[in-house]
């Protein structure tokens, strides 16, 4: 039911995306460029702004504070918290890109005070949101050298069979597989995907490598329990659990529809191509202005997938420069894309596309 780390994974640096090579120009050409010279194409805006890291960090940093602060008013009636509770979901959602980005090296990089600092922050931010960073990152990691192949893809991901795989699944593995693509697993994933998956059943498979989940369950309920005795357990529901109930939940949903959409194509493991996977079977999703801040940019998949070392704010240039990546498929947060995300169950080789389970 979750999407944690299984066994020993491969470090991303031996994905295909960090092989090293010179950059070449981005300029459009006729035939579009895949393989190692799209990637190489992608350097360049992999290239981190001190600056910008710095300003992103602390006016992220400070929004989420302050709506947690309001989220917690001591004075304030519950359901006059309830805005600043969303507002802190929202401001959360964003904290998390930015630790996605410094587990993937594409923020704070160096030895300077100002980016040990910024990994620091970052990392005690993983533990507030139930997500040890050894555990994201050895997931993560693994997911990106194998998304989309058929077989193997469901570390750090949600899993997928085909309809002749999901034939000969036992019931209890039919049952399973259709719990964790329920859209119940999605909407409480801070039980499901975090609490558990992240947490406990990494903890309970390796208590001493994964001992940062043992420090983040303790924080957990520690931040639980001090802001009840201090401002009433209101406080601790809009102001602790509300918001990371409400973050976790739309993090596992922006994650689903990801690499759950009506045009992805998904690959045999033998015929894989990384640069294929990452610009047909990773989307854009469709937001405004507004949203595209709150989620980091995480809705250019597409791109991230092609050089998960590009700071998210570089994705929308390198989108709007590189030819190849400007037809992604596309989804949204639009009420029926949710609704026909959710109904692709099982992906059909034969059809080339995803399909519910009257398939099977």
Known sequence: MSIAAEASVVPFENA???SAAAA???????TPREGKVLIDASRPYAAESPARTVWSVVSTYTAWVLALAAAMALHAPWWQRLPFMVLASLVSVRVFILFHDVMHNALCRGPALWARACRALIWTFGLWILTPPRVWKESHNYHHANTAKIVGSHIGSFMMLT??????????QQRMYRIIRSPLNVLFGYFTVFLWGMCLRSLLKSPTKYWECALTLVLHVAQIVVVSKLFGFGAALTGVVGPIAIATGMGAYLFYAQHNFPDIFVQPRESWSYTRAATESSSFMEMSPLMHWFTGNIGYHHVHHLNSQIPFYNLPTAMAELPELQHPGRTSLRPRDIAAAF??????????????????
């Open 16 to 18: 295909p995306v960090e």
């Open 24 to 30: 070449p120009s981005s300029a459009p050409s006729s």
């Open 343 to 360: 109904r692709l169950k099982l992906w059909d080789p034969d059809q080339g596309r995803m399909v519910g389970y009257d398939a099977a």
């Open 163 to 172: 309809p002749a795989m999901y034939r000969k699944a036992t019931p209890a």
